[in-house]
Structures are given as C-alpha cells and as structure tokens.
C-alpha cells in the first residue's frame, strides 16, 4: 500500500490530506495464507455433550486387580482408561439404542440377520470412538483469517485435518466474497469460487455405521452463507454487536 501526503493552507487553517493507493487486484492463496489456526479455548464441551449420537454412562471401576473377574473386565467392550479423571471406566450404551440403525435398515429392504449386524456394528463403532476420546482426549480448534479488514471465522471443530484444510479454503472464500464487495479482484480462485461448505449436524447412514448423527458437508452459495451468518447471530442477539 501506498501513501502520500499533501498539505494546503485554506485561509487560516492548515489542511493535510492523507492519500492511500492500493493494488485492486489480490491473489486468493495470500488469502488462504493469512488464515489461522487456533487452539479454540471457548469450547469446554465433551464431543458427546457437543454432537448428538454419543449418547452413554461411564461407570468407575473400583480396585479390581485381586478380584476373580479382574481379566474379564479388562478384555471387556468399553473397559478404558479415562486420562482425564485418571481411572478405569467401562463405558456403556442404552439397551438396544442404536440410534434407529435396525429399523432404518429393515424398512429399506435388510434382512432380520443384516439388521442386526448393522445395529451391532453401529454400537461398536460408538464405544470405540468414545473410548479413544476418553483414553486419550480432544482439541478443539477454531479456523479464523483477517486480510484488509474482512473477517471470518469457525470454530468447534475437532478434526485438524478438516480445520486446516477444508475449512481454510471455506474461511478464505468468506473473506475474499467480502473482498470482492469492497471493490476488489480476487484471481486465482478455485473452480466455482462462490460456493462454501458447511458442516452441519444431520442424519447419516452408512454401511460400517447404519444410521447416526454426524457431521456432512452442504454447499451453499457465498450470499447464502452470509445471509444464515446474520441470522445465527441475531437469533442470539449479537447482530447489532
């Protein structure tokens, strides 16, 4: 950026101008360049209290290693180290609860047999997904990017990979859109440059989950995306902040 200064007297007042010339033209990967990302320290959320679908008890196991059972409970399903409170805990499902997986699969055609096996492999996928978070924690990161003043920013996001990658390019999109309304030229943009992805809770089926809660991705257009932005925050009341 470029600056200048002029001054002139206008009868008895001393006038200084301040001009600033800047490129017009910016190139996208400046953009996904400057995009940062963070540790997300406002999320105090489990991932089960924070998605849907993960639904369970973790029972404490008491002293056990002199106890006639100690090796079966060890090899047990859902028998973990929990690092966060430093002790053993099995952790347990609802009776039957498999998140509708039986009768989804059923009403579309599966055999009783077939059912069953999805069920089953839905509740396992689950209790093995809760117990390396209990075995070995979370993060939860926040992809955000400031570049000439336009902004944009998401986080809750549990997956590194997703939040430096994906959500980078979506971050960078957000940012150049808002650009590009400024008056600027955004070169060197992805093929269609104006669609943006979100992820958003739905229901999702699967072979090797059957049905469950989960995040997807949803393409909407960048008007869109900012359109749904605003009403998220004036739902919460922070639009005029």
Known sequence: ???????????????????ESDS????????RESIKVEYDETMSETPWEHCDGWEHTAE???????????????????????EGDREYVVIKLADGEDWGT?????????SRGVARELSASSRKRTIEQ?????RNGWEWWVTLGEFKGARGSFGGIDDLDYANGDMRNEIAEEIASQLEDEGYTIVGRPVEPRKLTARRLTT??????GVHVDMYPR?????EWRAEWKRNLNSQNWGDC
């Open 1 to 19: 950026m470029k600056r200048s200064t002029h001054r002139h007297r206008d009868e008895d007042t001393l006038v200084t101008v301040t001009v």
């Open 24 to 31: 017009a033209i910016i190139d996208f990967d400046d953009i």
């Open 60 to 82: 404490t196991v008491k002293s056990h290693r002199y106890e006639p059972y100690a090796d079966e409970l060890e090899k047990s399903e859902g028998y973990v180290w929990n």
């Open 102 to 110: 039986y009768k989804y699969a059923r009403a579309r055609g599966a």
């Open 130 to 134: 809760l117990s390396k978070w209990y």
């Open 204 to 209: 999702a089926v699967s072979q090797e989950r």
């Open 219 to 223: 393409s909407m257009a960048a008007d």
